[in-house]
Each structure stands twice: as structure tokens, then as C-alpha cells.
């Protein structure tokens, strides 16, 4: 069953539209995350959602119920907010009950839920403090919390780690993602961060100037970019896109960067060999260009060798990154850590070529 | 040592200062329990020769005011009375307002911000002929509640301001949370924007309370003889002073004038000073 259908959703104020027509359909048990650049309408996409906020015109079913003229508090949802919002003067057991209270719950069932989300999130020792004696990750929980006592029928997250410190994020994420997993709820999240939305979503939303991009699954976003504005914002460091022109040899298309330089074996275009002296965008993911021993694939057809010219290595520790020029133009590639290339040195580096992409240099899509 | 010097200067000019402001207040303070034979017979300005408590029961009880010899304590009452509820009334309109107008926003509130703002640069003496067809045209004229109502509806401007001004460092999430949880306008207002008021409200009230009892103009003009203010009242007794002055009884009936709003000063100064400066959310 679809737990959220988004149709043909526009917001505009005044003149300036900020959603152009969004189309989402999102099933039971999924976690779907909206992740864009900040100003890419995001957040006015679960505003509206929520009945915060209204759309200009188009539609919103929750759980196969029109939310046309349904009050926030009537459409069955618990929000997480970037700032937790928690009710300063409450306590924590208090900012848990508000919403039971003004839904008339009866007391015990109030004190059970506060009970069974306290004992889930193990906030149990905090509930009788108020919000400002909570560090953030404790505050994080408890917002968590209040969320968690309704079991909605949706749960929207704006941006919830966001203002947390980076050891922490990476902590909540993986309690988050557990959380998913053992309540199977619906979550429709909503990050600017790649990496949240690769390692939290069971399909991504990917927004840019109040439209949806592409909604896939992660791998299919990564893998299969649908243009180039998602291959370089999804991945870090983003995804090569350099200029290409296909052609022909031993009946197959070959992607020539520069001059004819650089050879790549271009994947199969719809067009096939009509498309022969087509200019393209060629893409490649910086860890498909790795150390020369490197391969990728059982298949050694899968890997090419190529000599780059290197000028400049960034170590991280894990990895180390390197800036090529490749036919002219800057690339990056993903080596392993422990190799220390010089700058201005000529390298070899093996290529995989399974995953490059083809993109259309004109509408930025992905040619395959 | 320029620094010192500096320093002291600085400390110099501010005593100083001090000490002129504070002046007056000494010297009625002191003319209070003086004999008016004493003051007459030496000068206005000296320390009392024996302590006359009794400047203070006769002031209070039994001086006459315009041939009527009840001291000032009705007019004292008459000013709490009409100060306490105009104070509360205008406080509590001025939070809901400025509730509404920082945290519900809807179309054309920055107009209407923009109209009861501009209460607070309206002179005062503009808007006489006005309240007195109000008044006239209420059954008001020359009573307590009058004059309450004039002072709700003048103090709006300034609560409003206060209020609006403080209300808008509450984050906005914390409404849209509420919203959520299922919370309506005046749920939300009670539980969760009004404790988080207090220094605001201890701002609005002393704000109010100071000066809605030294108020003059409007307690001479709408009202008279026994519905007066003791502001308007004080300017009765100060008339006779011409035949027969009466310094003591007329300094001790300034100070208990003063009483009130110095106590207020007192007490919750700090509080004012605090809230003026703090946010909504810490």
C-alpha cells in the first residue's frame, strides 16, 4: 500500500516557483530520503507534508487518504526537527505526553508509551529533566522520543543530525537506521548530506531547484546517475564528468577523451553505432581509477591500463586521492593509502570501465 | 598614573551626577518628618531639628484637599485601583498580541504591528479630545473604570511592542512541533509561550504599573474632586500652598505618592534590566 502519494506538488510565492510539479510515491516500511543542495525545497516539500505548510496547488494522500484541508495535528505523522524543538518548560516526560494529552489519551496508556519509547531509546534517567540539562545527542533522543510515543503513520525528520558533532552523527545514524529496521515504520527524511542519504535510505529523492531528479534506490542514484547535476552531488569526491566523443572500432563505441589521447570502451547507447561522432559527457567514479594492480571485476577485460599524468596526491588515511589530468582535463582518482605518488609524475593506474556513464552534453541526462 | 586619573574622574562625574539626581528626593524625604515651623524658620533645604512622624498619619487621613479633609488615602486608592487592573488587563492583551503577531503569522500582520506600534509615539495631549467622546459617549466620564480603560488601551501599544519583540526569538519549530502534537492557539500560548514569558512580563508590568501611576495629564482632565488620581490630587493640595503652606504634610504626601513605584524600583529593578536583555530561549 502506498503509506505517501505526492502529486503534482507546486509551491510558489508570489512568481517564484519553489516546487515544480512533484510527483513521489512512497510504499509502506520505506525510508525514503529527500537530499538536495540547501534552497532546492527540501524542507517546503515536508512542510507540506506536514500541513505546516500549504502547496500552491496539487495533492497529498497519507495512507490512502487525501490531506486536502486536514489539519497537521489530524494527519497521523510525528515530525523530528533540526533544532528538536523540545518544549523548554517541560520536562522530558512531559514533552513526551504533550501530544497524548491534547489527543485526550487516557493516563495509563500515556505512561506505558513513555515507558516503552524511554526503555527503546534508553532515555529512562532523563525523563524528569528538562531540555536545557540535555547535551545534544541527548536531546537528539528525547525528539526522537516524543516522535516515537505517537506510532504514526509517518514519521517526517527534517535534517535531524545536523547539529550534531561528528562522531556522534555517524553513531546516530546507524541507531536511526536500526530503529527503521526493528519498527519497520515509514520515514520520509530529509538531509542535504550524501552520505546520510546513501547510508540511511531505502530509495533517495534527489532535489535541485524544486524538482525531483531521480528517485531510486540507492545504488541506482550512485551507480546510475539519471543526469549530471545527481552524479556530482551524489559521492564524495563527486563523480569525473569530462568531455567525450564516441567512435567506432572493431565494431564496438569507444569514448575518446581530448585529442584521441585517452581511449575508454563506452557501454552500449540506445542509439548504438548511429551514434558514432556523438559529443558526450563521459562519467567516472574517482574509485574507478585505482593503482595499476588493482581489479575490480573477476573479468580482466573489465580493467583498463592507462598512464595519467599526476598533479597532486591528498592522503585521508583510509585512502588517498589523487588529482590527474586526463586528456586535458582534471580528474580524480581513489588509491590505496599507503601509495605516494609525485606530483608532476606520469602513474598507471587501472581503469574499471564497467561503470562509466554517458551523459547528453546538452540536457545533462544520462545517455546509459 | 593617566589611568587612575582617568578612572577617578570617571567615578567623580558619576557621583556627582548621582547626587544631584538623588537631591531632591533627599530633600523631600527629609522635609517629611520636618515641622513646617522648622522649615519655615530656617530654609527649605536642612536636616529636620525633632522627627514629626505625624506629617505622615495627618497627610494620610485627616489633611484637606480641596475642602475635603480625608488626607490622601482615597486618592491613593483610587490610583491603585485604577492602576492594578489597567496594568494586569494591558499586560495580558499585550501577550496575546504579541504571540499572535510574532509567532502566527498571517496577511497583513506587519500592518497591524505597524499601527498599534504607533500608539507609543502618539502624544498624549493628541488624543484628549478623543478619549473625551469615548468617555462622553460611554457613561465613562469622571470615573475609575474610565480612566482604566484609557490606560488599557494606551498601554496596548507599548505591551505589544515588548511582547512582539521577545516573542520573535522563540524558534518557530517549537510551534510547528506543537501544531503537530496537536495544539491549538490558546493551548500552545498557555503551555508553552507564557512560561516561557516571565522576564517579559515583569518587564511589561513594571513598565505599565510606573506609569500608569504617575501619570497626570489624562487623571487631571477626565476626572475630579473625589474620582481623582492622587498625580491629579497632589496638584490640589500644592494649590493652597500659597495661604497656608504646609511643607511637611505636603512632602510627606509626595513621598507616599512616590511609594509605590519606588518600591516597584526597588524590588524589581534587576528583573526589568535582565528581561529587557534576555531572550526567550536560552
Known sequence: MSALRIRDVWKRYGHLPVLKGIDLDID???????????GCGKSTLLNIIAGLDSASQGTVE?????????????????????SYALYPSMTVRQNMTFGMECRQVPKRQQIEAVDRVARLLQIEALLDRKP???SGGQRQRVAMGRALVRDPLLFLFDEPLSNLDAKLRVEMRMEIKLL???????????????????????????????EVQQFADPDTVYNRPANMFVARFMGAPPMNTLPARLEAENGRLWAVLGDGAVRLPAPATPGGMSDVGREVVLGIRPECIAEQDRRFDSDPASTLLLDIPVEMTEPTGAETIVLLRLAGDKALGRVSPDIRLRAGSIARFAVDTRKICLFDPQTEQLIT | MPRHLARATIYFVLVLLAVAYLVPLAVVALNSVRSTED????????????LVWANFSRTWSSYCIAEHCAGIRPYFLNSLE?????????????TLNG??????????????????????????????????????????????EGLVLIHIVQGLSFTTLFCRNYYTSIPIDLLKAARIDGAGFFRIFWRIILPLSPP??????????????????YGVTFSAGEQQPITAALIALSAHVSEAPNYGEQSAAVLLAAAPTLLVYLFGGRYFLRGLTSGAVK
Not at chain 1, 497519507?62 to 533540526?82: C, E, L, P, Y
Not at chain 2, 524658620?41 to 536642612?46: K, Y
Not at chain 2, 457613561?139 to 475609575?144: A, E, K, S, V
Open chain 1, 180 to 210: 527503521h529496521a526493528r519498527l519497520g515504520s515509514t520515514i520520509v527524511y530529509v538531509t542535504h548530506d550524501q552520505i546520510e542519504a546513501m547510508t540511511l535510505a531505502t530509495r533517495i529523492a534527489v532535489m535541485h531547484q524544486g
Open chain 2, 82 to 94: 485604577m492602576t492594578i487592573p489597567a496594568t494586569i488587563v494591558s499586560t495580558l492583551l499585550g
Open chain 1, 28 to 38: 509502506n516500511g520505506e525510508f525514503t530520503i529527500l537530499v538536495g543542495p540547501s
Open chain 1, 62 to 82: 497519507i495512507g490512502g487518504r487525501s490531506m486536502d484541508d486536514v489539519a497537521s495535528k489530524d494527519r497521523n505523522i510525528a515530525m523530528v526537527f533540526q
Open chain 1, 132 to 134: 536545557s540539562q540535555l
Open chain 2, 200 to 217: 517579559i512580563l515583569i518587564v511589561t508590568v513594571i513598565w505599565q504599573f510606573t506609569g500608569i501611576w504617575n501619570e497626570y495629564l
Open chain 2, 99 to 144: 504571540y499572535s503577531l510574532a509567532l502566527w503569522r498571517f496577511r497583513g500582520d506587519v500592518w497591524v504591528f505597524g499601527v498599534i506600534t504607533l500608539g507609543v509615539f502618539l502624544p498624549e495631549q493628541m488624543k484628549l479630545v478623543p478619549w473625551v467622546i469615548v468617555l462622553r459617549d460611554l457613561g465613562l466620564f469622571n470615573t475609575i
Open chain 2, 39 to 50: 522649615i519655615l524658620q530656617t530654609s527649605l533645604i536642612g536636616l529636620p531639628r525633632t
